[in-house]
């Protein structure tokens, strides 16, 4: 067997082999952080998602989606149908003044776990800002504020996560100030429970680079690793290869 080295750049992995030749990859091993062996991690997920996939396009006071019920609280909140992360739509608080929509959380949502969703800033131009509070039986408390924090640019370029650790959240409130039929975009909105990091799956993403005659190494395939769960964080370890030629 050839030797093989990895590198792993932002979620993906590159293979590059001394020898060119054919291959067979076996699975990807890998090791939660201060284990010494691989772990079994069958701990089973209930994230829960909204893509507003469902949804009508266009404005609404109330919508119903898997989370809970997002009611609008002023401003203009619409399902857009133009852009989206995923899909073919997203959540478009619109700005002005203010723009705010109120997520009542349903009762099979653990905020014990982490919020997360994908944002976009519609314009670079000012004001801006962009908050989420939280409501528990002692009212409303910032959780996020994404003033300086969510960029403009195409497409999606923000991942937000947010810790929430509180099993007494009822509501989250959602508010946005920007110059008029603006605001921020949000899709892929989750919000998965506490749980160890496991490896859901790993594909080779297409890629294609010449082989370099005389280089002791050039990179053939680059993987795609899923992980779901914040705790207890994996790392790559190793991958097998077998060769023929």
């Known amino acids: 067997m050839a030797a093989t080295h990895i590198q792993r750049t932002a979620g993906l992995a ?51 989606t898997s989370l809970g019920t997002w009611i609008s609280g002023g401003g203009r909140t619409i399902v857009d149908d133009k852009h989206a992360k995923t899909g073919r739509r997203c959540l478009q608080l619109t700005g002005g003044e203010k723009t ?41 408390r910032e959780i996020y504020n994404g003033d300086a924090q969510v960029r403009v640019g195409r497409e999606f370029l923000n991942h937000v996560r947010i810790p929430l650790g509180d099993d007494g959240i009822r509501q989250l409130r959602f508010t946005c100030t920007s110059p008029p039929d603006t605001g921020i975009l949000i899709d892929d909105i989750r919000i998965a429970p506490a749980m160890p990091q496991k490896v859901v799956s790993v594909d080779a ?28 964080p994996v790392s790559l370890i190793g991958l097998r290869a077998k060769l023929e030629g």
């Open 205 to 232: 993403v297409p890629f294609t680079l010449p082989a370099l005659v005389g280089s002791k190494a050039s990179r053939l395939l680059k993987f795609k690793i899923i992980t779901t769960g914040q705790l207890e």
């Open 100 to 140: 705010m929509v109120t997520l009542q959380l349903a009762d099979s949502v653990d905020t014990l776990g982490t919020l997360s969703f994908w944002a976009e800033r519609w314009t670079v131009r000012k004001p801006f800002s962009f908050h989420i509070e939280k409501q528990t039986g002692d009212g409303w």
């Open 14 to 64: 590159f293979l590059s082999l001394v020898t060119c030749a054919a291959w067979l990859a076996e699975p990807v091993a890998v090791r939660a952080a201060g284990q010494s062996g691989e772990t079994d991690r069958s701990v089973p997920t209930s994230a829960v998602a909204d893509g507003f996939e469902d949804a009508k396009a266009g404005p609404f006071e109330k919508l119903e």
